[in-house]
């Protein structure tokens, strides 16, 4: 009985995730209320609250859930290079973002600005940010990227850089992220050559 009950809860989270963001898409985050969630699930408040603090916690799950699927899918795929799947990375996360995310993508910019919810964006405790790292130490130690920079510095200015190409598509408001988006990418990761290096005197 308890595992049916595990079972259970897990599909109600399911479904509360998947109508929120119905929800946020069609009304958008701030004119979608607890009770409009609720409604449309068919669940109480209280069964909301078993799972979710508020509803900005429902963006916050699915910002792991992006993590998450980005990593899977690029590392299903062999790279030459450290870079190559540095690159393929933020790619990733733009075809993420690009598959009809985009109420959802203004709505956990929002909550950062307006620090409605810890900025788990930023954090280094964020699966991502470490998986970038872990990628960048590991070019490092074949001397392919520059070691006069700290990893987890450079993986910081990766992520800054991608989140401010993602902002400035929301601020031109064009439908998707396209090749010119895209293309801003590989100079910017030519910073981090190996040829770059300082040399300590």
Known sequence: MARKSRE???Q???SLNQISLELFLKNGYHNTTIDDICKKAGVTKGAFYNHFKNKGEIIL???FDLDE???TRVSSQTYQTNKEEL???CKEMYNYVNESRREWTKAIYTLQINDEQPSYMISQERRMFNHFKGIIQHGQEQNEFRRDMDAGFIAHMILVYTRGIIFDWLLHSTDKLGPEHMRLLVPFFDTF???LECVKK
């Open 8 to 10: 259970e809860a897990k």
């Open 12 to 14: 109600t989270r399911n």
């Open 61 to 63: 799950s699915s910002w």
């Open 69 to 71: 699927e980005v990593i």
């Open 87 to 89: 690159i393929a990375l």
């Open 193 to 195: 050559d190996r040829k």
